[in-house]
């Protein structure tokens, strides 16, 4: 199977503080790798030294015709800011040469309304705003999409139709996901690969395999519930 990432012995310095050490995994085409870990763990981290955005010791590996899409945690967009979601994308298909029409596929892709593309940024409700950087994100055809913590400011009604439509995408355009969570249950439902993280990967592999209380214990430092997935019921997050 090809390995569309690679990272060996990775280790990132901010500040004089070591915030990612001597980390090494892997992620082959078509894998969703979902990284777990407690806040200040280094995971976003992770990915922006991924997208090269911080200098770091080791080795990164991307093959050549890989390209990347990132959709971030959070973006504040001021409710005044005098731009549009159209505008939004324009501007970056612009950027990478896409034409127009890509913009009316990415925003159907993610389940937005054509209205939606006349509203402005700041007006959108959190669940559009994170389709939005998610159509931001498609824009470019990637085969390699970053996701960090793609909920964060999404209640927890939204949180599954979020992850249902990363799967979804994830099938029709045969991407490679990374996925940074505080949700077991995603883990369990969707990756195919988990890797924990607190600044050491504590666990790297198929979550069915490695995941179990005392790995929780270590990772998170104290003892650590874990959940199977059930469409009957929302579990807690660890």
């Keep these: 199977m090809k390995k569309i990432l690679e990272v060996k012995n990775l280790t990132v310095n901010l500040k004089h503080h070591t915030v990612i050490n001597n980390l ?21 981290v992770l990915l922006k030294t991924i997208l090269n955005n911080f200098i770091y010791e080791g080795v990164i590996k991307i093959p050549q015709g890989i390209r990347i899409g990132y959709v971030p945690q959070k973006i504040d967009a ?7 979601l159209a505008d939004f994308l324009h501007a ?10 890509s913009i009316t596929s990415v925003v159907e892709a993610v389940g937005l309304e054509p209205e939606t593309l006349k509203k402005p940024i700041g007006q959108l409700s959190g669940g559009q705003f994170q389709r939005a950087l998610v159509a ?12 960090d913590e793609p909920t ?17 995408l994830q099938k029709k355009y045969k991407l490679t996901v990374i996925l940074v ?5 995603v883990v369990y439902q969707y990756a195919t690969k988990v890797l924990c993280l607190n ?9 069915q395999k490695v995941l179990n209380t005392d790995i929780l ?3 998170y430092g104290q003892p650590s519930k874990f959940y199977k997935h059930s469409h009957e019921a929302h579990h807690p997050k660890a």
């Design 181 to 185: 969570s505080h949700d077991i249950s």
């Design 217 to 219: 214990k270590k990772l």
């Design 24 to 44: 090494s995994f892997d992620v082959n085409e078509g894998d969703n790798l979902t990284i777990i870990g407690p806040n200040g763990s280094g995971k976003t």
């Design 78 to 84: 001021d409710i005044h800011l005098p731009i549009n």
């Design 199 to 207: 600044k050491e990967g504590i666990c790297f592999g198929n979550p």
């Design 92 to 101: 970056k298909a612009r950027i990478i040469n896409e034409p127009s029409k």
């Design 136 to 147: 931001f994100a498609l824009l470019g055809h990637p085969n390699l999409i970053l996701f």
């Design 152 to 168: 964060a400011s999404i209640d927890q009604s939204g949180e599954e139709k979020i992850y249902e439509l990363i799967n979804k």
